[in-house]
């Protein structure tokens, strides 16, 4: 009897913890906690407890981040280091080919820009005119002139006015079948009929050598102010009537001076400018009225001296058209 008693005990061990008790309790007071922490308002017992132990717990936290930031910044160095010569290769090959692709987009950009601009003055003006591009400039101090890229073959010729996005640039005085050189404005020889925007007072704007423009034979009874508006006058029918030339500088005269002396600084320039329109011909509305060619014929000897100006050689090519129309 007393073997088949210990024998029984043996059958039925002490059952043994497993530790699911104690998480079965903290799950159910997570719960609790959480759903008083939800329903209770900003000021109670559970967020002020929470922003405490955050208030406490942040400058360790900053404390940590900054002694862990060095070794961070370490690990990425030996990291680059350690990278193959073919990884970092082919990384500065990327790098080169992002490069060449951010400078050519930039251009592109630069270059729809302009050919905006060019088809704003085109609609602007009602311009009859072919596109070409700058492709040279002269190279001594004698002339200032440009050489395009079109010429004969495409219909271009002698005396035909050029501009770019901003104006009037100058004027073409010789053609090969495939190029064609253009006098600027700014050239000595250069001399184009213009008047005042907003007065239309008439004159000749020349070409000088520090590259800005002289506006002659504007008389002193006419009113010109600083910062007026130069534009071609149309007369002669060489260039298109109202194309900016350039902007008022400077007016000074002498006390019995006939006429101003009136600096201009012209509204383009050719060496911020790759393309350029060509004018090749001008309608009705674009030359000046017979009206406007006898008022400059009758100021005093002012366009007169001009045309006679132009057919002693000393005008540009515009000039020398209209002297010759005259004769």
């Given at each position: 009897?007393?073997?088949?008693q210990?024998?029984s005990?043996?059958l039925h ?10 998480l079965i ?5 997570s ?7 939800l329903?209770?308002g900003?000021?109670g017992?559970i967020?002020?407890l ?8 942040t ?9 862990a ?6 690990g ?7 990278a193959?010569?073919a ?7 990327e790098?080169a080919?992002l490069?060449?692709r ?5 251009e ?5 820009q302009?050919?905006e601009?060019?088809?704003?003055l085109?609609?602007t ?12 400039q ?5 002339s200032?002139?440009v050489?395009i ?6 219909g271009?010729?002698v ?11 100058g004027?073409?005085i010789?053609?090969?079948?495939n190029?064609a050189?253009v006098r600027l404005v700014?050239d ?5 009929s ?7 007072a008439?004159?000749m704007?020349q070409g000088?050598?520090?590259?800005t ?18 534009i071609?006058?149309?007369i002669?029918?060489?260039y298109?009537?109202?194309?900016p ?6 007016v ?10 009136i600096i201009?600084n ?5 060496e911020n ?6 004018i090749t ?5 674009q030359?000046a ?7 400059a014929?009758?100021a005093p000897q002012?366009?007169a001296?001009t045309d006679?100006?132009?057919s002693?050689g000393?005008?540009?090519?515009g000039?020398?058209?209209?002297a010759?129309?005259?004769?």
């Amino acid at each position: 009897m007393p073997k088949y008693q210990g024998y029984s005990s043996n059958l039925h061990p002490k059952r043994q913890s497993t530790g699911l008790r104690p998480l079965i309790v903290l799950s159910i007071v997570s719960v609790l906690l959480l759903t008083f922490y939800l329903r209770e308002g900003d000021a109670g017992p559970i967020h002020t407890l929470r922003s405490g132990v955050t208030t406490v717990t942040t400058p360790v936290r900053l404390l940590g981040s900054a002694v862990a930031s060095p070794f961070n910044a370490l690990g990425n160095v030996f990291g680059n280091l350690t990278a193959s010569r073919a990884t970092l290769d082919e990384l500065e090959k990327e790098n080169a080919e992002l490069t060449a692709r951010v400078a050519e987009l930039s251009e592109a950009e630069a270059t729809a820009q302009r050919l905006e601009g060019l088809l704003g003055l085109q609609s602007t003006y009602n311009l009859q005119s072919t596109a070409a591009r700058i492709i040279g400039q002269s190279s001594d101090a004698w002339s200032q002139t440009v050489t395009i890229d079109k010429g004969s073959a495409d219909g271009l010729a002698v005396n035909m006015p050029v501009a770019n996005s901003a104006g009037v640039i100058g004027q073409i005085i010789e053609v090969a079948p495939n190029a064609a050189t253009v006098r600027l404005v700014t050239d000595e020889a250069s001399g184009i009929s213009a008047m005042v925007q907003d007065t239309r007072a008439q004159g000749m704007v020349q070409g000088q050598p520090d590259g800005t423009l002289r506006m002659e034979y504007v008389s002193v009874d006419s009113d010109v102010q600083e910062g007026d508006i130069i534009i071609t006058s149309g007369i002669g029918g060489v260039y298109p009537k109202g194309l900016p030339i350039g902007t008022v500088a400077s007016v000074s005269k002498a006390s019995n001076d006939t006429y101003y002396t009136i600096i201009v600084n012209p509204a383009s320039r050719t060496e911020n400018n790759e393309e350029v329109l060509v004018i090749t011909s001008l309608t009705e509305e674009q030359t000046a009225t017979d009206d406007e060619v006898a008022s400059a014929n009758d100021a005093p000897q002012g366009t007169a001296r001009t045309d006679n100006a132009a057919s002693d050689g000393n005008a540009d090519a515009g000039a020398d058209t209209d002297a010759g129309e005259g004769e």
